[in-house]
């Protein structure tokens, strides 16, 4: 949900964690392991 948000729906960083309740850096990271595992999965 995290990255949708950010990449795909163009919210900033404030705004997704805002909308999920979560704070900026828990966001950063959720986008971090979903950027990682689409990586993984590119690779294959």
Known sequence: MAF??????KMSYREAAEVMEIS??????????AIK????????
């Open 4 to 9: 949708k948000l950010v990449r795909e729906d």
């Open 24 to 33: 900026v850096g828990t966001l950063n990271y959720h986008i971090y392991m």
């Open 37 to 44: 595992k689409i990586k993984t999965q590119l690779t294959k």
